[in-house]
């Protein structure tokens, strides 16, 4: 049974200040446009889903969103020198792509049981160039536990040389378009179906995702049904 969650003050004012830090460096170092403001919920719970083509744009979303949220990180990133200062910093929640984790699940639901707002990429990893990568299943589970609103974010010039290219001083385009908030249909299937229900509600996610980005950073899911499924 997933118990409320609540944040520590001591990692409140951390989070406030890496993200006031985070919104210095991007506006230092790149244009940065952000639109869809209005269509941000004014309070949660909501789950925040958002295109991961590098290290770049979680931080990105985290810093430039209104409010502060949860964060879901791969675990590996722990183990890697300068980013895991910056997962541990922000507390962020470690997920494992290789197991269920039915504690990670708790907290999760948890946040959100608690009015809180969860940010993840339902692609689960990065995708290194432009263009989604098929969704893991983990997005549609939680929605359909949670039965929360889900906000698509499309990302856009955070590249993996988003750095080399700033300190060329090409100042590059980077934007943030955010999508208006929707919820996935009910899952009442078992079994097979279950699994194939919560892959395509995965798929409606990220084609409200790819809706926001250029073909080009469309990917796998380039052919954008004319109406894609998802109660706005």
Same mark, same amino acid.
């Given at each position: 049974?997933?118990t409320?969650?609540?944040?520590?003050?001591?990692?409140?004012i951390?989070?406030?200040?890496?993200?006031?830090?985070?919104r210095?460096?991007?506006?230092a170092?790149?244009?940065?446009?952000?639109?869809?403001?209005?269509?941000?919920?004014?309070?949660?719970?909501?789950?925040?889903?958002?295109n991961?083509?590098?290290?770049y744009?979680?931080?990105l979303?985290?810093?430039?969103?209104?409010?502060s949220?949860?964060?879901?990180?791969?675990?590996?990133?722990?183990?890697?020198?300068?980013?895991s200062?910056?997962?541990?910093g922000y507390?962020?929640i470690p997920?494992?792509?290789?197991?269920?984790?039915?504690?990670?699940?708790?907290?999760?639901l948890?946040?959100?049981?608690g009015?809180?707002i969860l940010?993840l990429?339902p692609?689960g990893?990065?995708?290194?160039?432009?263009?989604?990568i098929?969704a893991?299943?983990?997005?549609?589970?939680?929605?359909?536990?949670?039965?929360?609103?889900?906000?698509p974010?499309?990302?856009?010039?955070?590249?993996?040389?988003l750095?080399?290219?700033?300190?060329?001083l090409?100042r590059?385009?980077?934007?943030?378009?955010?999508?208006?908030?929707?919820?996935?249909? *009910?899952?009442?299937?078992?079994?097979a179906?279950r699994?194939?229900?919560?892959?395509?509600n995965a798929?409606t996610?990220?084609?409200?995702i790819? *809706?926001l980005?250029?073909? *080009?950073?469309?990917?796998?899911?380039a052919d954008?049904? *004319?109406?894609?499924?998802g109660?706005?």
């Amino acid at each position: 049974m997933a118990t409320k969650h609540t944040t520590p003050m001591r990692l409140r004012i951390q989070r406030a200040l890496m993200r006031s830090l985070v919104r210095f460096i991007y506006h230092a170092i790149a244009n940065v446009e952000i639109t869809g403001w209005e269509n941000i919920p004014e309070q949660g719970p909501y789950m925040v889903t958002f295109n991961h083509v590098s290290i770049y744009d979680p931080p990105l979303v985290l810093s430039f969103w209104p409010v502060s949220s949860e964060a879901i990180a791969a675990e590996y990133l722990w183990e890697e020198k300068w980013i895991s200062l910056v997962v541990r910093g922000y507390g962020s929640i470690p997920v494992s792509r290789d197991f269920f984790d039915r504690s990670l699940i708790n907290k999760t639901l948890g946040i959100l049981a608690g009015g809180g707002i969860l940010t993840l990429s339902p692609e689960g990893e990065r995708s290194f160039k432009p263009g989604l990568i098929p969704a893991k299943p983990g997005i549609a589970y939680l929605a359909e536990k949670a039965g929360v609103p889900i906000v698509p974010v499309g990302v856009t010039g955070t590249t993996g040389d988003l750095i080399q290219r700033a300190r060329r001083l090409e100042r590059p385009e980077v934007s943030m378009r955010i999508g208006k908030p929707f919820k996935l249909p *009910e899952g009442t299937s078992k079994g097979a179906d279950r699994k194939e229900n919560r892959k395509q509600n995965a798929d409606t996610v990220m084609y409200k995702i790819a *809706e926001l980005l250029p073909e *080009e950073y469309r990917g796998v899911y380039a052919d954008v049904p *004319e109406k894609v499924t998802g109660e706005e």
